[in-house]
């Protein structure tokens, strides 16, 4: 089945680095991937829509200029959260879906957990 | 934003007994998925159902969808300890089917 893997699985780091996040699509191709937030015990809040080849679309409320996201393979989308904060301290899951069309499943990846000292 | 509402938030059963979670929806839509989250972990698709379907079988779960109360629900029927998880149902739209918006959860508990 559809694999899509996410690294790394946990960050600790110092107020003020940027972490970038890697999501990749193992074995498909995806023109589409999504990035979500999760926070402890609440659901996931869509963040953007990653396009391969073009800019990703951002949600309502999100600061694109805080997360930047690069699509530039069929396989692999990047979230780099910059300047990290405390309060940007959160689970971040990605996804994607065989073919960019709808009526199919998302496949997740395993998430990322950030921690900002 | 989240699309709709998910009740209970919360659901403690015996094992071996039925589980029933309930999604509600706002807006008219393509499909209706049902995700597992384990704790920690990424989403586990578990249901697809078509806004022209009512009804969906998978295994033990049971999927309906009703879209003129624009709800959905599913079913663990004899339930066991590894279905402790977070239950998240998602919905996608005509305008853009490939993204889905979720609802806002039931965390079951199966006590053995």
């Known amino acids: 089945g559809a694999v899509v893997s996410q690294h790394p699985s946990r960050v600790i780091c110092k107020s003020g680095t940027s972490v970038k996040i890697e999501c990749r699509s193992l074995d498909f191709q995806a023109t589409t991937m999504f990035w979500y937030r999760q926070f402890p015990k609440q659901s996931l809040m869509l963040m953007a829509t990653?396009?391969?080849?073009?800019?990703?679309?951002?949600e309502q409320g999100v600061e694109k200029d805080k997360f930047l996201i690069n699509h530039a393979s069929l396989t692999l989308s990047t979230l780099t959260v910059t300047s990290a904060h405390p309060e940007d301290s959160s689970f971040y899951i990605c996804?994607?879906?065989?073919?960019?069309?709808?009526?199919?499943?998302?496949?997740f990846g395993d998430g990322t957990r950030l921690s900002i000292l | 934003s989240q699309q709709g509402e998910e009740d209970p938030q919360a659901l403690s059963i015996q094992e071996g007994e039925n589980a029933t979670m309930n999604c509600s929806y706002k807006?008219?839509?393509?499909?209706l998925q049902w995700y597992r989250q384990n704790s920690g972990r990424g989403l586990v698709h578990l249901i697809l159902?078509?806004?022209?379907?009512r009804e969906k079988h998978s295994g033990r779960l049971r999927v309906t969808l009703d879209t003129s109360k624009k709800s959905s629900s599913l079913l663990i029927t004899a339930s066991r300890a590894a279905d402790t998880a977070s239950y998240f149902c998602?919905?996608?739209?005509?305008?853009?089917?490939?993204?889905?918006?979720f609802g806002s959860g039931t965390r079951l508990s199966i006590r053995p």
């Open positions: 998602a919905t996608a739209s005509y305008s853009s089917a490939s993204k889905i918006i």
């Open positions: 996804s994607a879906g065989l073919g960019g069309q709808g009526n199919q499943p998302q496949h």
């Open positions: 807006t008219s839509i393509n499909n």
């Open positions: 990653s396009n391969e080849g073009s800019k990703a679309t951002y």
């Open positions: 159902i078509r806004s022209n379907e």
